[in-house]
């Protein structure tokens, strides 16, 4: 496969594509409150694989999208001149810091959200930057690995001083302590997970876990067409945007995911 980006998608737009060893479903649309989409998303073949990215800017007066595209555009590059083939992790990192470094250039004060995931041989690890999230589950809903934001509200859950719930409809949900685009980012690498066939992992903006229960993702997108699934997942996240029921959580935003779902081996 060729590399395929995705940048200012203000219209709603649902792509698949067929890559090494499984299929991705990408989702991208601008919050109804936005005038510009700051999100971004890359699909990267790899050597026995695929990377796929998402990205979230922030800051203002179209500073946000500038630093996603900068972010994105930035690993590309690393990893289409990268001399050794067999050292994705490695190049990875190398971009995301290069990322950094080309967003702090732009001298907007923007800054950008990060989620990666190598699908490899089999194999998958997830390295991330803020809150934009990683997720992996088996068939029957099963979580194998999941990311935690660098947030206030994500580390006040793990602490045990609030619940999921709670985090959900915290004032402060929307605050970040680690981005791209600062000095002192830190990239936070996940575990080497198996990936087995019908696995599925997820990769998201905040707009999509700010809007939808963790639970109500995995039942959604576990099984079945995996672009059906992100559609209808699309759709709540939407509709929760704009018209949430008594007690769901709701909170407009840009939203843009990766569906990735392991083709059956034969």
Request: net charge negative; with cysteine; hydrophobic share 45%.
């Amino acid at each position: 496969m060729t590399a395929w980006t995705l940048f200012e998608a203000d219209e709603a737009q649902l792509a698949r594509l067929r890559v090494e060893g499984g299929d991705v479903t990408v989702y991208s649309c601008k919050g109804p409150e936005k005038q510009l989409n700051e999100d971004a998303a890359a699909v990267l073949p790899v050597e026995g694989g695929v990377l796929l990215l998402v990205c979230d800017g922030m800051g203002g007066h179209n500073a946000g999208e500038r630093a996603s595209r900068a972010a994105i555009e930035a690993v590309a590059s690393r990893l289409s001149s990268a001399a050794d083939v067999e050292a994705p992790r490695h190049t990875l990192l190398d971009g995301i810091e290069e990322a950094n470094r080309a967003v702090l250039a732009l001298g907007l004060g923007a800054g950008a959200t990060l989620a990666a995931v190598i699908v490899r041989h089999g194999r998958a690890r997830s390295a991330h930057v803020g809150d934009a999230a990683a997720l992996q589950m088996g068939q029957r809903g099963l979580i194998k690995a999941q990311t935690m934001a660098h947030s206030p509200t994500s580390y006040a859950v793990e602490a045990g001083l609030l619940d999921a719930e709670e985090a959900l409809h915290h004032d402060e949900r929307h605050l970040v302590s680690n981005h791209i685009g600062m000095e002192g980012m830190r990239v936070e690498i996940g575990p080497e997970v198996l990936v087995a066939a019908r696995d599925t992992i997820l990769l998201a903006s905040d707009g999509l876990f700010d809007n939808v229960r963790d639970e109500e993702v995995v039942e959604i997108v576990r099984k079945g067409d995996p672009e059906a699934a992100a559609a209808r997942l699309a759709k709540l996240a939407r509709r929760r945007m704009t018209d949430p029921s008594p007690g769901a959580p709701s909170k407009p935003d840009d939203l843009t995911f990766i569906v990735y779902r392991r083709r059956d081996r034969k």
